[in-house]
């Protein structure tokens, strides 16, 4: 599963999506910066007016109409407290096909040019006129035969001459008239190829983007029925979507993490709260006229605990709602809910995290409830939650139950990374110390944001080596690790294993490191899958960055490897093996 965090400052909202793909996520991350980004600028625009007006119109009238739009807005956001739970009982169902890119392909098809227009063909020149070009004779001429022949010959000559004159100018407007059909047909036929290689781009890209959506929309239809099926991976991923689509004020967190038991139908919900700070700080904005100024009344010290109180009832009861009303297959048997806070001590100013409520409510005896008409404090107490009197305070309890990071597998690691220099030959390692110092070097890696990383037994089985669990809101979750200690290059069946203990282990990551190197087909079968593959010589540069140093030499390991067994022949041959 892919997770992208998107924030946008100006609204102060943040939210982790998450999908099946890493296209998917990035789908869900750019629509929903869409949303806020139109939003902010509704909000701007709106805000611009006013101040425009305001200055336009400087008196008191004008002021006092601003101080109250801002005091409805307000009121406006204070009464949407009351009614989380009764929103999210109005909204509609979560269903899987919701999951389904439905995307539409937006890119327009392109036209077909139309022929141009033929030029018009200019007309001809007027033939010549024999009358123009008559002998003009007189009285000599008409009596003097040679006279007459001689006049006639010349304006027959120069009526010739016109006629083949009037002939070329003829020829010329249809040469220069078939030459621009010609150019006109040429263009034409240039303008069609680029119009039928623009259709082919177009049908290609419209035929990528069809199969790109019927592929993800089998895997959410494999996914489903696993979920049908009731595993883990499956049942986790559909019910975070659920969550993630859950509406709540912009300030408020909307993390959470996530844990089925297969065998007890048990989900764990981590879901983090709101703390006082998301809350309103301000309930009316008043235009003082003889200070002309505006003057803010905050929200008052018994509204605040009393609201912050409802709202975590509403959002723990809100929860469950969502989730049994999303279970169509009927494999959530139980729901454990748990509320946790950031909050920071005021008495040591140190950043705490604790969780202040937790509720267990099985299907059967949610189902029951008409939510619609309960008080949440008291169906929170009649479903025996615990809780302290007052939310406000922060007073940590013990959850019913938590999400189990350990493992019976883990083993306690040792140091290896100490004892590296510019001679160890990490190729050539014992795999036992390989392995330790992969859990040692992402140890340090992970370390940094708080998180860590576990061994397991050593079984040598090809299954998970090492355990991560990185707390980090938009990378973080279960990370399996695996170290191959090869010689030769990685084929695509070491990455298909360790995708397949990802999905078992329920895990949101896989990272497969080698002191070889990896094929193209197992670059190829990782590509769009939360796998991560490392090379020898970026474990080298990993290990540099935390200031250790080594090499890899896959020659003089064969030599080794070779040297041995020809030693263990040497031995089991001494022995009569």
């Known amino acids: 599963m892919w997770e992208v965090r998107v924030q946008h400052e100006g609204l102060k909202a943040y939210r982790v999506v998450r999908g099946v793909t890493k296209e998917e996520a990035e789908l869900k991350a750019r629509l929903q910066m869409a949303a806020w980004n139109d939003r902010w600028a509704k909000r701007q625009s709106s805000l611009k007016n006013k101040l425009e007006k305001l200055k336009k119109s400087w008196n008191s009238d004008a002021n006092r109409q601003a101080a109250k739009d801002r005091t409805a807005e307000l009121q406006c956001q204070l009464t949407s407290l009351d009614t989380i739970l009764a929103e999210g009982l109005r909204r509609p169902v979560f269903k899987w096909y919701s999951l389904k890119d439905q995307t539409p392909f937006t890119v ?148 959470h993490e996530l844990s089925f038991d297969e065998d007890s139908g048990v989900l764990i919900v981590d879901l983090e709260l709101p703390n006082q700070s998301a809350f309103p700080a301000v309930k009316e904005v008043k235009y003082v006229a003889a200070r002309e100024e505006f003057q803010e009344v905050p929200v008052s010290d018994a509204w605040l605990k009393k609201t912050y109180d409802d709202v975590l009832y509403q959002i723990a009861l809100k929860t469950l709602h969502e989730l049994y009303s999303a279970d169509e297959f009927a494999v959530l048997k139980s729901i454990v809910f748990n509320g946790w806070v950031n909050s920071v001590d005021k008495a040591t100013g140190v950043e705490t995290h604790g969780c202040i409520l937790s509720v267990e409510a099985s299907s059967d005896e949610f189902n029951q409830i008409n939510l619609s008409q309960v008080d949440p404090r008291a169906c929170f107490r009649q479903l025996k939650g615990i809780a302290s009197s007052k939310l406000i305070e922060l007073t940590p309890v013990r959850p019913i139950l938590t999400i189990n990071k350990e493992d019976h597998r883990f083993v306690e690691g040792y140091a290896v990374a100490e004892t590296l220099d510019d001679r160890t030959n990490l190729a050539a390692m014992d795999w036992l110390d390989f392995e330790n110092l992969i859990r040692e070097l992402f140890q340090e890696e992970f370390s940094k944001n708080g998180g860590e990383v576990k061994i397991t037994q050593a079984s040598r089985d090809g299954g998970v080596d090492a355990v991560a669990f990185d707390p980090d809101p938009i990378r973080g979750g279960k990370i399996v690790i695996q170290a191959k200690r090869y010689t030769n290059v990685v084929g695509v069946s070491a990455v298909r294993d360790l995708f397949g203990t990802l999905l078992n282990e329920g895990a949101n990551k896989g990272i497969l490191v080698t002191t070889a190197t990896y094929g193209p087909d197992a670059y190829e079968f990782a590509k769009d899958k939360p796998i991560t593959l490392l090379s020898g010589g970026e474990l080298l540069s990993l290990l540099a960055a935390h200031g250790h140093r080594a090499k890899i030499d896959l020659q003089e390991a064969k030599a080794l490897n070779l040297q041995k067994e020809q030693q263990l022949k040497t031995e089991r041959h001494d022995l009569g093996l």
């Open 108 to 255: 327009p098809r392109p036209e077909e040019p139309v022929p141009p227009q033929n030029p018009i063909k200019p007309p001809y020149p007027s033939s010549p006129d024999p009358s123009v070009y008559a002998a003009k004779l007189n009285l000599l001429d008409r009596i003097i035969n040679s006279r007459r022949a001689k006049k006639e010959g010349i304006a027959e000559a120069e009526l010739h001459c016109a006629q083949v004159g009037w002939q070329k100018a003829c020829a010329e407007i249809d040469n220069a008239h078939e030459w621009k059909l010609k150019i006109n047909d040429s263009a034409h036929k240039e303008n069609l190829r680029r119009f039928h290689q623009a259709v082919e781009t177009w049908d290609a890209a419209r035929v990528e983007h069809e199969e790109k959506q019927q592929k993800q929309h089998a895997q959410i239809d494999v996914l489903r029925e696993e979920c049908r099926a009731g595993k883990a991976p499956a049942v986790e991923f559909f019910f975070g979507a659920v969550l993630n689509c859950s509406a709540y004020p912009e300030s408020f967190p909307q993390e």
